[in-house]
C-alpha cells in the first residue's frame, strides 16, 4: 500500500507567481490535512479536507490560499502572487475515518 | 494554544536515556508523539488515549497524566537513530480521529557516539 504522495517535492517560484501543492492520500483514506513547517520551526495546522469538503480551515492565511479536495484526484493546495515568507515546507496528511494521519514526505517551497 | 515541550534540546551519548516532556494548558485527550528527521516528514510513534496510559514501541515508551495535561515520551538506551526532532501533537475534542493536530514546541535530540 503506497502512501502519501506529495509532489512536487521541491517548488521554486518568483515573487508574485503561483505555487501549486498536490497530495494524493492513502488508498482507503478520505481525511487530508495540511501542515506548514516554517524553517528550523514546528509544524502549523492549516486546512482539513473531507472529499469536496472543507471541514476546518482555521489555519489558513485569510488571502492567497486557498485548498481543494475534489471528488476525483489529490487534494490541491494553492498559493496565489507568493511572497518570501511563504517559504516553508508543507505536509499533507491522511487519515481513515476515525484513524490517525499519515505524513507525506512534504513539498519544499522557495520563493525567490 | 501550542502545547510546550521540555527540553528544548538535548544531547547524549549513545545508550544513555532520556524524557522529553509535553504540557498543555487546556484539557488534553489524547496525545500523538512524533519524530522528524532534517528534512523529512514526521513519522509516527505512538498515541495514548486515556489517562495514565502508558505504551511502548522498541526502547520509546510514554506516559499520559489527563490531571496535569502532561504527558512524558521515555527513550531507553538511546540508539543513532534516536536523532531527530520530536514533537506531541494533541487534537482539539475528545473524538480519536479525524482533527486537526496542534503540534508542541518540539525538542531537538542527538545522540552522539
Known amino acids: 500500500n503506497a502512501g502519501v504522495m506529495q509532489n512536487p517535492r521541491h517548488l521554486v517560484r518568483r515573487r508574485g507567481q503561483e505555487a501549486r501543492l498536490r497530495c494524493s492520500p492513502m488508498?482507503?483514506?478520505?481525511?487530508v490535512y495540511w501542515y506548514r513547517q516554517l524553517p528550523e520551526e514546528g509544524l502549523k495546522f492549516m486546512v482539513y479536507?473531507?472529499?469536496?469538503?472543507?471541514?476546518?480551515e482555521s489555519g489558513m492565511p485569510k488571502e492567497r490560499f486557498s485548498a481543494e479536495f475534489p471528488k476525483e484526484g489529490p487534494s490541491i493546495l494553492r498559493i496565489q502572487q507568493v511572497v518570501r515568507g511563504d517559504s516553508a515546507a508543507y505536509f499533507c496528511?491522511?487519515?481513515?475515518?476515525?484513524?490517525?494521519?499519515?505524513f507525506g514526505p512534504g513539498t519544499r517551497l522557495t520563493v525567490t | 494554544q501550542q502545547p510546550v515541550q521540555s527540553p528544548q534540546a538535548v544531547i547524549l551519548r549513545e545508550g544513555e536515556d532520556a524524557v522529553i516532556n509535553c504540557s498543555s494548558s487546556?484539557?488534553?485527550?489524547?496525545v500523538h508523539w512524533y519524530r522528524q528527521k532534517h528534512g523529512e516528514a514526521p513519522v509516527f510513534l505512538m498515541i495514548?488515549?486515556?489517562?495514565?496510559e502508558q505504551k511502548g514501541h522498541e526502547k520509546i515508551s510514554a506516559s499520559f497524566n489527563e490531571k496535569k495535561q502532561q504527558s512524558s515520551l521515555y527513550l531507553t538506551a538511546s540508539q543513532l537513530s534516536y536523532s531527530g526532532t520530536y514533537f506531541c501533537?494533541?487534537?482539539?475534542?475528545?473524538?480519536?480521529?479525524?482533527?486537526?493536530?496542534?503540534f508542541g514546541t518540539g525538542t531537538r535530540l542527538t545522540i552522539i557516539p
Open positions: 479536507l473531507q472529499k469536496e469538503n472543507i471541514i476546518d
Open positions: 487546556k484539557a488534553l485527550y489524547s
Open positions: 495514548l488515549l486515556k489517562g495514565g
Open positions: 501533537g494533541t487534537p482539539g475534542g475528545a473524538n480519536f480521529g479525524n482533527e486537526k493536530l496542534t
Open positions: 488508498k482507503g483514506h478520505s481525511h
Open positions: 496528511a491522511s487519515s481513515p475515518p476515525g484513524g490517525r494521519q499519515y
